[in-house]
């Protein structure tokens, strides 16, 4: 097959479960959608022509809630991989930021302090590295879909866009949003930035 002249990544993050309603961080544990989080994953349903995705290949994060997303957004995931799981809380998964600042660290982000216990900051960028390396080797032949999780994402778009994976804070991707990538030459660009059901999301976050 010959190479393509415009590379596509579609990150989709998984739709709303009872953890991310509450703010509660959710890395290893495995966590159903909840209503709402099915319906806006059916409504990503088309999301790929909707963007000009060609016959993409499909990589999940094995997560129940990702690979649920990818079902009901009419997605035939191709690869399951633990690459594009979710960064490991460690002792803080469950908890809210708002306990973490109240109860163990009151100057503590995820992006600059990583998880006792869990990934550092080094270990996430080491990790997310290797799924762009996969992502890449799937490029030059098809464009690429990644169903996975909210700091995995944003993690991956700076590291794909060779930013420091810091940068993530000043992302927002809502659940069942999802982040358009393209590279054309030796060009990349985040593209397009969506929220559930098609509504634009603002590009930063606190």
Known sequence: MAAREHHRVLLIRHGQTEWSLTDRHTGRTDIALTPKGEQDATELQGVTERLGLRDPFVLASPRTR???TAE???????????????WDYGDY?????AQIHADHDPGWA?????APHGESVQDMTERVDKAVD???????????????????SRSFICRYLGWPIANGADIDL??????LLIEVGDDRRLA???GPEGAAASRFAV
Do not use: K, M
């Not at 009901?72 to 979710?86: I, M, P, R, S």
């Not at 998964?93 to 930021?97: A, D, I, K, M, P």
């Not at 996969?134 to 909210?150: A, F, K, L, Y």
């Not at 809502?174 to 982040?179: D, E, K, Q, S, Y």
């Open 192 to 194: 397009s930035l969506l």
């Open 72 to 86: 009901l957004a009419g997605l035939h995931v191709d690869a399951v991989d633990e690459l594009f799981a979710e």
């Open 174 to 179: 809502r659940p069942a949003g999802a982040a």
């Open 66 to 68: 990702a690979l649920r």
């Open 134 to 152: 996969r992502v890449e080797e799937r490029c030059p032949t098809s464009d690429v879909v990644i169903v996975s999780h909210g700091h995995f």
């Open 110 to 114: 995820i992006w600059t302090s990583g």
């Open 93 to 97: 998964e469950g908890l809210t930021r």
